[in-house]
């Protein structure tokens, strides 16, 4: 199956509640590439890539992070997959 990429910005309470650490950690054990990183605004932004199905389940583990967080709205833009990262940090 080919791989396809996704830009998601979730927001709500998701900066130093350990949101980067929990996105990272699924990612990971999923096989995603890409990274994650909080923004200026107090959102995270997150690339990953791999292929649709694994993304899909990754979509919806994101909505709703660890118990710490609050995620109030996730924006998700679906792309091409760049193949930029061979693996997945936290930035």
Same mark, same amino acid.
């Given at each position: 199956?080919?791989?396809?990429? +996704?830009?998601?910005?979730?927001?709500?309470? +998701?900066?130093?509640? =350990? !949101?980067?650490? !929990?996105?990272? /950690?699924?990612?990971?054990?999923? =096989?995603?590439?890409?990274?994650?990183?909080?923004?200026?605004? =107090?959102?995270?932004?997150?690339?990953?890539?791999?292929?649709?199905? %694994?993304?899909?389940? !990754?979509?919806?583990?994101?909505?709703? =992070?660890?118990?710490?967080?609050? %995620?109030?709205?996730?924006? %998700?833009?679906?792309?091409? /997959?760049?193949?930029?990262?061979?693996?997945?940090?936290?930035?």
């Amino acid at each position: 199956m080919e791989d396809c990429s +996704v830009r998601i910005v979730v927001e709500g309470l +998701v900066q130093g509640v =350990g !949101f980067r650490y !929990f996105v990272s /950690a699924k990612a990971v054990a999923m =096989g995603i590439r890409g990274f994650v990183r909080n923004r200026t605004d =107090g959102s995270v932004e997150i690339e990953a890539e791999a292929s649709r199905p %694994v993304l899909d389940e !990754f979509l919806s583990i994101v909505r709703q =992070g660890p118990r710490s967080a609050h %995620v109030r709205k996730q924006t %998700v833009e679906w792309q091409e /997959a760049r193949h930029r990262q061979p693996t997945f940090e936290i930035r």
